[in-house]
């Protein structure tokens, strides 16, 4: 019988739920382009309950206590003798979320001898050290998709936030006051600006789709160029690289996996190309960009918003300048962790979970490192040392 350890954020501050806003979900079976949505089994959960912290457990304790594993489940990762450490020496599977990270680096790796398999409940598995695990065997798989479309639509808030000066003339409001020079004197309309994604993917194909019927132009880069019928429908321009498409935008997403090649791409060189007062907004990964760079960038003038839900580390301490920089729309890393995702991806660990108890493949979508290489979505999105 296994050992799985799951990492999960905390309970509210006031307690775990009793009630919701809204009663249940949309029914969803498959995503844009096909793909079907997590199938496990079984789930031991009410789709729109909060799964992702410690108390809803992804909805996995009676499933695999009813298999006779066990199941720790701890919100303490980081510091020195964490649970999560303490725990993860004779774990057999390690699940965590990319809100909340458990990283799992190459030294904690080596002190994990009964580890096999390491699950992102959700997409991103780059808190995972990748060379470790292609070195020792350990499978790394994430739920591809579960939450795509719900960061995508994060992606679209927070544009539209910046660019309408949302967030400051809210605050007017909270304060008491009707100051609306100060509320538009830094609004405008997204209409006729030109957007671009830095990668095409799940989410940043998503995201143009939803900010076409705005009518604006849209702007590409991705080393995997999309069909020539969907660059016709949304007519989208394609760049070759990040630096040749930035300096055309008034608005650029980052939607690209954190890896080598992508990580301090948005520095101050790359960042002094781009129009003075163009926004940035980054749901992917804090490393991508440089964090000294944003700031100065924003102090300056040259950006005229930074929004984004992704820190590094995770949790960002309080002193993290992020939080106090001007003109930014950060929130906790919550993008991709809306209820409707929370469902899926509980789903999905749960899915993964059977086919690796079962010995039967895991699909071949939700694959990052197996058999000790890259496979599946990993082959398509990450890249690993070379030895």
């Not at 799940?202 to 660059?231: K, M, N, Q, S, W």
Request: contains cysteine; hydrophobic residues 40%; glycine residues 8%.
């Amino acid at each position: 019988m296994a050992k799985v350890l799951c990492v999960l954020y905390d309970d509210p501050i006031d307690g775990y739920p009793t009630s919701y806003a809204r009663d249940g979900l949309p029914h969803i079976d498959h995503y844009p382009g096909g793909q079907t949505t997590p199938s496990p089994s079984g789930i031991a959960f009410t789709p729109g309950q909060l799964l992702g912290s410690v108390s809803g457990e992804l909805g996995l304790r009676d499933y695999l206590e009813s298999q006779g594993h066990t199941l720790v489940v701890t919100s303490d990762k980081d510091r020195d003798g964490s649970v999560f450490d303490r725990e993860l020496v004779d774990a057999d599977v390690v699940i965590s979320q990319p809100f909340w990270p458990a990283y799992l680096t190459a030294e904690r790796i080596a002190r994990a001898k009964n580890l096999k398999l390491a699950v992102t409940a959700g997409i991103g598995s780059d808190h995972v050290d990748l060379d470790a695990a292609v070195a020792r065997g350990i499978t790394v798989a994430e739920v591809t998709y579960s939450n795509s479309i719900s960061v995508a639509e994060h992606v679209v808030m927070m544009t539209l936030s910046l660019v309408r000066n949302y967030l400051p003339s809210h605050q007017w409001v909270l304060d008491g006051g009707w100051n609306i020079a100060d509320c538009v004197s830094r609004s405008y309309d997204l209409e006729g600006m030109q957007v671009g994604t830095v990668a095409a993917g799940h989410i940043g194909l998503a995201v143009l789709r939803r900010l076409a019927p705005f009518d604006v132009g849209l702007h590409y880069t991705d080393r995997h160029r999309l069909p020539e019928a969907v660059e016709r429908e949304l007519g989208l321009t394609w760049h070759a690289s990040t630096a040749e498409m930035v300096p055309h935008c008034d608005v650029v997403t980052i939607n690209v996996p954190l890896h080598p090649e992508t990580e301090g791409l948005f520095d101050d060189k790359l960042l002094a190309t781009m129009k003075r007062g163009a926004y940035l907004i980054n749901t992917a990964r804090a490393k991508i960009a440089d964090r000294d760079a944003v700031v100065r960038a924003l102090r300056s003038g040259q950006l005229a918003g930074y929004a984004g839900d992704v820190w590094y580390p995770q949790p960002a301490p309080a002193d993290h300048p992020w939080r106090s920089m001007p003109h930014h729309g950060m929130t906790p890393h919550i993008s991709g962790s809306s209820l409707a995702a929370q469902a899926r991806y509980a789903a999905g660990t749960r899915e993964i979970l059977e086919a690796f108890f079962a010995g039967t493949p895991l699909r071949d979508e939700y694959l990052i490192v197996d058999k000790g290489a890259l496979a599946g979505a990993g082959a398509h999105s990450y890249s690993v040392s070379p030895t």
